[in-house]
């Protein structure tokens, strides 16, 4: 079955910018979609189809996908972006949703 | 409001049963397609079930296959999990999930409903 990798953790200084991986095989012949989740809270879309926003995500939050790689990157980190994000994707051969593990992101 | 209100969940002993309920408003919930994720304590997010927007096709992830059935009521608005053999494993928060129209994304998630499998 397909596999999505992310480092555990990432730290960033408030103003900085935060980069967030999601490591699959070819992962860029697949969608990548990103959710947010805060304590407590359900999960949050913020990009989709790699580099998309739902409405009302700030511009802060961008997206690519290419090769084994995607990244979710949030610029100009505020203290109120600390959460897990979870890449994901729809694996056709399986018909399955494949999650990465999350990155649980701390800001400084 | 759009929005997904889960009910059920609770304490159930192993090898019990359990049925959770998703209740959908605000948006025409028999054009989309849905989804059961779950999230252990301290863990990550695990998909579990799929169920297209008619009833037609549905999916489960290896983990509760043979023990869940997904189900849709699109009259009532509503979608279902049946739980059986439960497991203390299967202990999690469950939420219910819209896919997007356009794509598999998560676009709406219900908040969440706790189950706890121990004895």
């Known amino acids: 079955s397909y596999v999505l990798a992310q480092p555990p953790s990432v730290s960033v200084a408030p103003g900085q910018t935060a980069t967030i991986i999601c490591g699959g095989t070819?992962?860029?012949?697949?969608?990548v979609h990103w959710s947010q989740q805060k304590p407590g809270q359900a999960p949050v879309l913020v990009v989709y189809d790699d580099s998309d926003r739902p409405s009302g995500i700030p511009e802060r939050f961008s997206g690519s996908n290419s090769g084994n790689t995607a990244t979710l990157t949030i610029s100009r980190v505020e203290a109120g972006d600390e959460a897990d994000y979870y890449c994901?994707?729809?694996?056709?051969?399986?018909?399955?949703?494949?999650f990465g593990g999350g990155t649980k992101l701390t800001v400084l | 409001e759009v929005q997904l209100v889960q009910s059920g969940g609770g304490l159930i002993q192993p090898g019990g049963s359990l049925r959770l309920s998703c209740t959908a408003s605000?948006?025409?919930?028999?054009?989309?397609?849905m989804n059961w994720v779950r999230q252990a304590p301290g863990k990550g997010l695990e998909w579990i079930s799929y169920i297209s927007s008619s009833g037609n096709s549905i999916s489960y992830a290896d983990s509760v296959r043979g023990r869940f059935t997904i189900s849709r009521d699109n009259a009532k608005n509503s979608l279902y999990l049946q739980m059986n053999s439960l497991r203390v494993a299967d202990t999690a928060v469950y939420y219910c999930?819209?896919?997007?129209?356009?794509?598999?994304?998560?676009?709406?998630w219900g908040r969440g409903t706790l189950v706890t499998v121990s004895s």
């Open positions: 999930a819209r896919f997007g129209k356009l794509n598999w994304y998560f676009d709406l």
């Open positions: 605000g948006f025409m919930y028999n054009i989309y397609e």
């Open positions: 994901q994707v729809w694996d056709r051969p399986s018909d399955h949703v494949v």
């Open positions: 070819n992962i860029g012949d697949h969608s």
